[in-house]
């Protein structure tokens, strides 16, 4: 791993080695990681990102539907000890009802659908759904193949939808 640059995404990066051999970028990676992860207001229309760079430096990175996830992750990190500064480079998404509207119909069909309604008791919703104008973007990870395309299917489906990029990931690629 490069000591410089660590990046982690909160929906993929869920665990770091056991404690006896993580090196200290790690052990500070997981502790931003689980600060982030407990931030309030960060729900399924967020995807929540990070770079540590220096070994005490953070970069907040991601999409929030909300400008009060933004503030609150950068508070979040700033309470992490051995963490010196944040440079906080998270997009807010414009605040628009017919995005509102997208993300509930989005959110619907895909976590209320077999097999996928599994993920909807996670608090940490592995399927993000990021809405902006009108286009969808599906982050995270998912358990196999078909899991994928079926988000992709659902997310595709819902009315007003211009467009789905999925980047979701397949858990056994981590």
Known sequence: MNNKRLVAWL??????????????????????RRQLARISHYSVFDNLAFRLVEGNKVILLGQVARPVVARNAE???????????????????????????????????????????????????????????????????????????MAELRANGVPGVFSVTSELRVERDR
């Open 75 to 149: 508070d979040a990190v700033l309470r992490v000890e051995g963490i010196r500064r944040v440079s906080n480079q998270i997009e807010v998404l414009p605040l628009s009802r017919f995005d509102d509207e997208i993300r509930l119909r989005s959110a619907r069909a895909i976590y209320g659908s077999f097999p996928l309604n599994r993920y909807a008791g996670n608090p940490l919703a592995p399927i993000r759904i990021v809405v902006k104008g009108g286009h969808v973007t599906l982050a995270g990870v998912v358990a196999n193949e078909t899991e994928r395309g």
């Open 11 to 32: 929906g993929i990066v869920m665990a770091v080695a056991p404690a006896s051999g993580a090196t200290p970028e790690t052990v500070l990676a997981e502790k931003v």
